[in-house]
């Protein structure tokens, strides 16, 4: 069976500083992937997607970035973190673009 | 990609079945439907996803009339458990990137 996981669970980063989340999926090759924000109280918002290997799309304007180094690895980066970074990541999963997305634990993140 | 509207909020009783209704009227010809559910400080988990008619599974049922332009997500026998926040979403069948938008759910609470 397929898996995914994110890492760290929680983490909490002073203003400015830089930011590295990641997310791994078992038991599947080739998998779309895809990094999704939530505010508290909030919907979740497309960040970036993945089709495959250093293949990434941005889907809002910001201070992050994704990579995908290898097929079931996909990263999110940030060089300086502002306060409005702060959130819940979710990293997500599908066998190509059938709409069934499979979602991580998330990585609980606060800038202070 | 389609956008979808559905109430912020609804109440419920144990034991009561619940339906929430997703409106979708600019949904293209091959958009699937599908609904995720997410408790506080989890990712989204996969309900049901359907194209026409009526799908059931272990956990729901979801019914969609023949204009597509809406669909209904049955939960059966609600149980404490299942307050949540359930997303109702519409993305493209396979080839796609998988794109989807999440709006701001209904959040469902079940009381005793």
């Known amino acids: 069976s397929q898996t995914i996981h994110q890492w760290p669970a929680t983490l909490v980063q002073p203003v400015g500083s830089p930011l590295s989340l990641e997310c791994t999926v078992e038991?599947?090759?080739?998998?779309?992937l895809y990094w999704y924000r939530q505010a508290a109280g909030r919907g979740l918002q497309l960040l970036f997607y993945s089709v495959g290997i250093g293949q990434i799309s941005s889907e809002v304007p910001q201070n992050l970035s994704a990579s995908r180094p290898q097929d079931r690895q996909f990263i999110l980066s940030s060089k300086k973190l502002l306060l409005s970074d702060s959130g819940f990541y979710l990293c997500a999963w599908s066998k190509g673009g059938t709409g069934t997305q499979y979602f991580g634990p998330g990585t609980r993140l606060l800038v202070l | 990609l389609a956008k979808t509207t559905q109430p912020i909020s609804m109440d419920s009783y144990e034991g009561q079945e619940v339906n929430i209704t997703c409106s979708h009227n600019n949904i293209a010809t091959n958009d699937y439907i599908t609904w995720y559910q997410q408790f506080p400080s989890q990712g989204p988990r996969f309900i049901i996803q359907?194209?026409?008619t009526k799908v059931t599974n272990e956990v729901a049922s979801l019914f969609i009339p023949a204009d597509r332009k809406s669909s209904t997500l049955s939960l059966p026998r609600v149980s404490l458990s299942d307050t949540a926040v359930y997303y109702c979403?519409?993305?493209?069948?396979?080839?796609?990137?998988?794109?989807?938008?999440f709006g701001q759910g209904t959040t469902l609470q079940v009381k005793p």
């Open positions: 038991g599947t090759s080739n998998p779309n």
């Open positions: 979403l519409v993305g493209h069948g396979s080839g796609n990137t998988g794109k989807l938008i």
């Open positions: 359907g194209y026409k």
